[in-house]
């Protein structure tokens, strides 16, 4: 299994620019979650999705949007880019389970100049 | 609001000696709480976790976490660190239910040096 796959990797985007970041998993967790990992900061979530046509927001949601119509797919949309938006950007899934554990992607890093 | 602390930006240990990372935490009710381990330029990967039951939890790769309700804290340990220990590591808690959300502290980097 691939687990959480997560692409670009990289990306430099100029402000005001949008784009979307992907984010698909293979192990049919129903949970899915965006993250922005920032020096000093830890994680912070920005959207979560608990199911496939349902979205919420997290600790940071300005600028960003998500949207769940498979259970597999959960893309990130940046609306218009802006340097505050430079981070590392984490896709993670888990399963409803008790107590069960997230799976991350492996970032994508973002610069916006 | 739940809240996770990690009080040292960064660890320094000698490899073969012991370590320890910390981590307290401030959670309503009965909280899972895990460890996640980042090596360089990767995802995170979670190393233990306790969600009920015996307060000794081990992990992979040596690692354990003593689970301490009355001091609210989650504290990492190995016994022997190795040089292939170095890494940021994360504590991270969420109250039960299917919706409930990581939070994660603000990561503590281990250096481990022959």
């Known amino acids: 299994n691939a687990g959480v796959t997560q692409t670009p990797k990289f990306q430099v985007l100029k402000t005001g620019q949008s784009m979307t970041l992907q984010c698909a998993q293979d192990?049919?967790?129903?949970?899915m979650s965006w993250y922005r990992q920032d020096p000093g900061m830890g994680l912070r979530l920005i959207h979560y999705s608990v199911g496939a046509g349902i979205t919420d927001q997290g600790e940071v949601p300005n600028g960003y949007n998500v949207s769940r119509s498979t259970t597999e797919d959960f893309p990130l949309r940046l609306l218009s880019a802006a340097p505050s938006q430079t981070s590392v950007y984490f896709c993670a899934s888990r399963s409803t389970g008790r107590g069960t554990e997230a799976f991350f992607g492996q970032g994508t890093r973002l610069t916006v100049v | 609001a739940q809240s996770v602390a990690q009080p040292e930006d960064q660890v320094n240990v000698a490899e073969g000696n012991p370590l320890t990372v910390k981590c307290t935490y401030s959670?309503?009710?009965?909280?899972?709480l895990f460890w996640y381990v980042q090596y360089p330029n990767r995802g995170l990967q979670v190393l233990l976790k306790?969600?009920?039951?015996?307060?000794l939890v081990k992990g992979s790769y040596g690692f354990e976490a003593e689970f301490n309700k009355s001091q609210t804290s989650f504290h990492l340990k190995k016994p022997s660190a190795l040089v292939s220990d170095s890494a940021l590591y994360f504590c991270?808690?969420?109250?039960?239910?299917?919706?409930?959300?990581?939070?994660f502290g603000t990561g503590t980097r281990l250096q481990v040096t022959l």
């Open positions: 959670v309503s009710g009965n909280p899972y």
């Open positions: 991270a808690t969420r109250t039960p239910g299917t919706a409930s959300k990581l939070t």
């Open positions: 306790y969600i009920t039951g015996d307060n």
């Open positions: 192990m049919n967790h129903e949970y």
